[in-house]
């Protein structure tokens, strides 16, 4: 496959209106900004999109946005994983028919599956489509299912589409052993830190990030990583130390916190939908001042 993933990706959160149904034409905008802000992929939904309390015609009209939106101007990729299993192979026929650029894919939801059920699912849905896929490591998530070297060795037999993998499972030790079996058989096989942490996941061999942070400040996660990139270490943990402090700012209340600071950097995308919570005028008030503290509010695009 030809697609090459690097730099900071952005996986955009889902605007929703004050009724909590879609809102499509902020969506639109939301998708423009990352790209004329210099995200090198767009990928939707991400647990950050809300994937879970979407349904699954909501989940194929956005992509539809997303994807024209886009206009190839940057790959774009569309998560397909649901509860059901008949609904991830619905979501990713209509993906492929929409001109998506890849599929993303996590490990199968709820239950503890065996290693062998994960190389399955995931050799059933990689020869099904012809098309680019990225595997989603998210052990926080999936009750400490997670992908191990092994099995990454064995689906890149298998599977000349597997072309990279997000990974959130803030275990460098697993990022390298998945690196380190990975890049001989794929040297182009792209390992994408699941959030903030560029810094040490570029020195691993990480090819990037999907970005939370982005939506608030992409001038700071585009400098971190032309900043790893050129080898820059002391500028890098400079800004690397920053970009910390504001992932733990968003994921406390995740991924409302994240929608509150969007608000504050005048994009506002509404509400989140139940059962998240939706950002109280109190913790905007306290993502505002620590926004202010770093800097974020005079050096970042305010507005689309």
Known sequence: MSLVLKGVMQSPITPLKEDF??????????????????????????????????????RKAMAEVAI???NKRVPISIHVSALALEDTYELARHAQKSGADAIIAITPYFWKYPLESIYNHFV??????????????????????????????RLLEKLPNLIG??????????????LRVALPMRPDFAMIAGVEYLLPSVCLGGKGSYSSAGAICPNLVNNLFAACESGNWKLARELQYKLSQLW?????????????????????????????????????????????????????????
């Open 21 to 58: 149904s879609p809102d499509l034409a902020t969506f639109e905008k939301m998708v423009d900004f990352h790209v004329r802000t210099g995200a090198t992929a767009i990928s939707w939904p991400h647990h950050k999109g809300e994937s879970h309390n979407l349904t699954i015609s909501e």
């Open 68 to 70: 024209k939106t886009v």
């Open 124 to 153: 059933n849905l990689g020869t099904t489509f012809d098309m680019p896929l990225i595997a989603y490591n998210s052990p926080d998530y999936l009750d400490g299912i997670e992908f191990t070297a092994e099995l990454t060795e």
């Open 165 to 178: 993998m997000k990974d959130a499972s803030f275990n460098s030790e697993r990022f390298f052993e998945i």
């Open 248 to 304: 733990h700012l968003f994921r406390d209340q995740y991924p409302s916190s994240l929608k509150g600071g969007m608000q504050i950097m005048g994009r506002n995308v509404g509400p989140t939908r139940a059962p998240l919570p939706t950002a109280s005028p109190e913790r905007i008030k306290h993502i505002e001042k620590t926004l202010a503290e770093l800097g974020i509010l005079d050096t970042e695009p305010h507005g689309w």
